[in-house]
Each structure stands twice: as C-alpha cells, then as structure tokens.
C-alpha cells in the first residue's frame, strides 16, 4: 500500500533572473519553502515509510541556505529551475522521489516532477 511522505525545509537565499522580461532582475532575497514528496511502498516496524529527521538532514545538506543562487548556479535561479536541481539531486537518494516544489513567496512558486 502506497504512502506519500513528505517533508518541508525553510531556506534563505538571494538570487535574480538572469532574463526577466527582457533584462536581469535586481538581486533581492527570499523566505523558500521547499517541500517533497517521496513515495514509500511499504512501512517499518515502527510504522515509517522514511524518517523525516533523516530526510530534513539529508535536505541540509544540499538546500542552499544563505548563499546568493547566482553565485553557485550556471542557470537562471528561477522556482521551477530551483525544483528541477533539488529533483535531480534529491532522487539520487531517494528513487521514490514523486515531486519537488519550491515556493519563492508565499504566493509564487513551482513544482518539477517526471
Ligand atoms: N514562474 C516564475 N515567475 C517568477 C519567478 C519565478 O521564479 N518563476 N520569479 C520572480 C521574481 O524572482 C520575484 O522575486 C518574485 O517575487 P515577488 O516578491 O512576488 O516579486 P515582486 O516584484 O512582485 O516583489 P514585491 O516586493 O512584492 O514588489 C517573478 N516571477
Ligand atoms: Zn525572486
């Protein structure tokens, strides 16, 4: 029986467009929320499809907190390019992974998924 887990992260980061309509965006800031969604076909003895401490550490690891995306990107630091870097990565880990979404304002965001 399928289960969908899913696990949020908080990140500051700055970044711009590199084409917004024609011309770069001034650089500003954000508040992201990331959130993923890892399917699991089966539970643990403890009833975990996969622990979500672990997850939100693995996510340390690669969500760029406090950095400027320009800077550690070669693509425009767009929400959906952003879902579709932390997709690739984040499947590696885990294969189940179903989607990945990234909201750059409360209002505005993004979700890759294959
Ligand atoms: N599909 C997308 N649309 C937009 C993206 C994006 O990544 N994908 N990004 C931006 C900008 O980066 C912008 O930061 C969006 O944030 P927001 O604060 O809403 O932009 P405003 O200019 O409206 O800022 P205010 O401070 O509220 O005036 C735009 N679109
Ligand atoms: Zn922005």
């Not at 969908?4 to 954000?30: C, N, S």
């Not at 508040?31 to 699991?40: G, N, S, Y």
């Not at 996510?59 to 406090?66: H, N, T």
């Amino acid at each position: 029986m399928p289960f969908i887990i899913r696990v949020k992260r908080e990140f500051q980061a700055a970044h711009f467009l590199t084409d917004y309509h024609g011309k770069p965006e001034p650089l500003h800031g954000h508040t992201w929320l990331v959130e993923i969604f890892i399917r699991a076909d089966k539970l643990d003895k403890g009833g975990m499809g996969y622990d979500f401490i672990e997850i939100q550490r693995f996510l340390d690891q690669i969500i760029p907190d406090y950095k400027c995306l320009n800077d550690i990107f070669d693509f425009s630091p767009s929400a959906e390019n952003l879902a579709k870097w932390l997709y690739e990565k984040i499947k590696e880990r885990y294969p189940t992974l179903q989607k990945v979404v990234v909201w750059e304002t409360k209002e505005g965001g993004a979700e890759y998924f294959e």
